[in-house]
């Protein structure tokens, strides 16, 4: 019987779980064997793997995070290391590996197909959003979810106490996620890695707003500098009442939104069947509302790139 894999490696994002038990399925369904990888590249370093079987994907489509653990394994990134994943990989799945990462993964599983014979078929997961090649990553949508619902109540503190809030965001050094998440939240500012801004203009900006609205919520991207600076300097120089939340993890975990599990399920789906056509080193993508490949090497060679206009836009209709 022919032998593949999964693994999740990288940050979890939301979805995860959704995509193994899509992957796991569609497998069995095409008569493969299936082996889940351990903690990420970790897993094939120490040979940590288990076979699945349906059953051990059961209900675990509405699970946050990933039942084959993740890990951020520097030794991926060195020769020797991948050289051991390697020999261990034709060994375990010389059928093909399905790897469900970020843009780290995707990078990794490059470097690991050129030295390797077993075909790669990566699928994008990050709640960053900043993978180049496909227009939406598994988690994406739940983590600006639950970026929302912690918003609006931080709205509710802030109308009350006629505060200003620096909700800080998640998205590691790109803006996509804030400016999605500040858009949507109805944020009077939004910071952004990709877009210049200063501490003086913010100020300037909150000034022209404070007669006119009773909460002002800045959403910033934790790429974007530091919201506990651009805190002091607003109090500082104003009699504005600044105070800062940091959402943090918090982006990263829950049950997944029906995005993320349809974006999980088709590419699980399409994975599988593209090792059973033969198909090899590619990734996943998902481009203007349908299904698409990229050579799995596209992360690494184009950078992603935001839609400016949103900002503009959400500029505008926030007020004041
Ligand atoms: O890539 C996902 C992400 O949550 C980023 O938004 C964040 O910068 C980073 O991971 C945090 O990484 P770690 O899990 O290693 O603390």
């Not at 059953?55 to 995070?65: A, E, F, L, Y």
């Not at 960053?128 to 918003?151: K, P, R, S, V």
């Not at 050579?295 to 900002?311: G, I, Q, T, V, Y």
């Amino acid at each position: 019987m022919r032998k593949i894999g999964v693994i999740t490696t990288g940050g979890d994002a939301p979805g995860m779980n959704a995509c193994i038990r899509a992957v796991v399925r569609t497998a069995l369904y095409f008569n493969y064997r299936i082996y889940g990888i351990k903690r990420g590249w970790w897993g094939l370093l120490e040979n940590d793997f288990s076979e699945l079987k349906s059953s051990d994907v059961s209900g675990i489509i509405s699970k946050g995070g990933t039942i084959l653990k993740t890990l951020r394994c520097p030794l991926s990134r060195t020769e020797k290391g991948l050289r051991q994943i390697v020999k261990n990989l034709e060994k375990i799945a010389p059928d093909g590996l399905v790897v469900i990462g970020g843009d780290g993964s995707m990078r990794a599983s490059f470097e690991i197909s050129k030295r390797c014979s077993v075909p790669i078929i990566g699928i994008p997961a990050s709640i960053d959003n900043d993978i180049a090649g496909t227009d939406e990553t598994i988690g994406f949508d739940t983590a600006i979810n639950t970026a929302l619902y912690a918003i609006d109540k931080i709205r509710d503190t802030a109308t009350s106490h006629e505060r200003v809030f620096i909700v800080e965001v998640m998205g590691r050094a790109r803006g996509f996620l804030a400016l999605n998440v500040g858009l949507a939240s109805g944020a009077e500012i939004i910071l952004i890695p990709e877009i210049r801004w200063s501490k003086k203009k913010v100020l300037n900006k909150l000034l022209s707003f404070e007669k006119k609205k009773s909460s002002l919520i800045i959403v910033m991207a934790e790429g974007a500098g530091s919201s506990d600076e651009l805190a002091d300097f607003l109090s500082k120089n104003s009699k504005i009442k600044v105070r800062v939340s940091k959402l943090g993890y918090i982006q990263r975990g829950g049950s997944p939104s029906v995005d993320s599990r349809f974006l999980a399920s088709i590419f699980g789906w399409e994975a599988v069947n593209l090792l059973k056509n033969k198909k090899k080193n590619l990734m996943c993508a998902w481009v203007k509302d349908s299904f698409r490949t990229v050579p799995l090497n596209w992360p690494a060679k184009h950078r992603k790139k935001l839609h400016e206009k949103l900002l503009k836009i959400a500029n505008i209709i926030s007020g004041p």
